[in-house]
Structures are given as structure tokens and as C-alpha cells.
């Protein structure tokens, strides 16, 4: 089975560009969730994607993100324009349930490197 | 207010030593869940173990060990005869289900620590 696969894997852009990274989640997966982790920081939740529904967008910091899901499959993530402080690796999740069901754990992508200068 | 803290940065030790990654959480709910991520090289996340706040009782997988102590909030996670390939950072992180004291808002995002990077050498 595929895992979460993440494109592109590095992205590097100058300030004031638009970038948009794209995550697949493991077929079946109703659940998909981004997060960021900035340098040396913790990684911080985006939002979460039940199919085609933003289930909750509390962690985006701004409306130069923004996130679609369409027809429920994969997911693609907008920074426009880009600032530098966007800088960081981008990581796609995605789930098949939620807690307390099974199988609710949620699989990671191997993440995208922005690098914005 | 929730909080995921691992207080250390870097651990290095030698091949065949035992290591203990800290994890301590703070959270509102009477329901929560706990994971271990793994960060090798590579940079993927690889899930590790989940934990219900309900379930209390310790597990071992093979030369991984975690203890979960709901009175010091604390879920710490024990390599025993550490290897090389046990190279990389890892993550602990805490999703909150909802309780008594709000319903649940449907969503399992995770909240991390920043991480402890463990290095071991041969």
C-alpha cells in the first residue's frame, strides 16, 4: 500500500512568488491534515480535511495560505505571496478514522522543504 | 491549555546503551491520545505507538518500552541496547478527544513537542 506522498519534496522561491505543494493521502484516507514545522520549532497543525470539508482551519496563519481538497483526494496547499517566515517543511498527514474508532492514527508524508529568500 | 514538552534538545550514546526519551504533556480533557513519532534522515514522520489516557498499562515492542504515568503526565519512551539505525529525531504528541468539560470538536489534530534528537554512535 502507498503511503502519503508529498510533491515537491523541495521547493525553494523568492519572496513575494507563489509556491503550492501538494499532498496524496493513502487511498481511502477520509482524513487529511497539514502542519508546518518552522526551524528548530515544534510542528504546528494547519488544518484538517474530512473529504472535501475543512474540518478545522484554526492553524493558518494567514489567508496567504490556502487549502483545497477537491473531490475529496488529494490536497494542495497555496502560499501567495510567500514571506520568509513561511520558511519550513511543510508535512501532509493523513488518517482513515477518528479517535476513539480504529485505525485512527495518522501517517505522515516525507514533508516539503520551502525555502523562501 | 495544551502542551507537549520534551526538555531535551540532543541526546548522544554509544551503540548497546539504553536511552530514554522524556515526553511530559499538559491538557484540559479527561480523554486524550499519545504518540511517538520517529524522524529519521529520510525526514518522513514514522508512527510509533498510541496511547489512550484510559489505558494506563506500559508496552514493549521489541527494544522499544513506553510508561505512561497519568499522575506525573508523563509518557517516556525507552530504547534498550540502542543501534545505530535508532538515529533520528523523535516526536511525542498528545490529540484531545473532548470530555466533560467541552463536546468533542471532531478533529485529531496533534500538538508536538519540539522534538529530542538521539544520536548513537557505534
Known amino acids: 500500500e502507498a503511503g502519503v506522498t508529498q510533491f515537491p519534496s523541495h521547493s525553494v522561491i523568492e519572496k513575494g512568488q507563489t509556491v503550492t505543494l501538494r499532498c496524496d493521502p493513502i487511498?481511502?484516507?477520509?482524513?487529511l491534515y497539514w502542519y508546518r514545522r518552522v526551524m528548530g520549532k515544534e510542528i504546528k497543525f494547519l488544518l484538517h480535511?474530512?473529504?472535501?470539508?475543512?474540518?478545522?482551519e484554526s492553524g493558518m496563519p494567514n489567508n496567504r495560505f490556502l487549502a483545497e481538497r477537491t473531490g475529496g483526494t488529494y490536497s494542495t496547499l497555496k502560499v501567495q505571496p510567500a514571506e520568509l517566515e513561511d520558511s519550513g517543511v511543510y508535512f501532509c498527514?493523513?488518517?482513515?478514522?477518528?479517535?476513539?474508532?480504529?485505525?485512527?492514527?495518522?501517517?505522515f508524508g516525507p514533508g516539503t522543504r520551502l525555502t523562501v529568500t | 491549555a495544551q502542551k507537549v514538552t520534551q526538555a531535551q534538545t540532543e541526546i548522544s550514546v554509544v551503540e548497546k546503551e539504553d536511552v530514554t526519551l522524556d515526553c511530559v504533556y499538559e491538557t484540559r480533557d479527561t480523554t486524550y491520545y499519545l504518540f511517538w513519532y520517529k524522524q529519521p534522515p529520510s525526514g518522513e514522520l514514522v508512527f510509533l505507538i498510541r496511547r489512550n489516557s484510559f489505558d494506563e498499562q506500559n508496552e514493549i515492542s521489541g527494544r522499544y518500552s513506553w510508561n505512561f504515568q497519568k499522575s506525573t503526565s508523563s509518557f517516556n519512551f525507552t530504547i534498550t541496547a540502542s543501534q545505530v539505525v535508532d538515529s533520528a529525531v523523535y516526536f511525542c504528541?498528545?490529540?484531545?478527544?473532548?470530555?466533560?468539560?467541552?463536546?468533542?470538536?471532531?478533529?485529531?489534530?496533534?500538538?508536538f513537542g519540539t522534538g529530542t534528537r538521539l544520536q548513537v554512535f557505534p
Open positions: 504528541a498528545l490529540s484531545e478527544a473532548g470530555g466533560f468539560t467541552r463536546p468533542r470538536d471532531n478533529t485529531d489534530k496533534l500538538i
Open positions: 487511498s481511502g484516507h477520509d482524513n
Open positions: 498527514a493523513s488518517s482513515q478514522e477518528l479517535a476513539p474508532k480504529r485505525n485512527y492514527e495518522q501517517y
Open positions: 480535511f474530512v473529504k472535501e470539508s475543512k474540518q478545522d
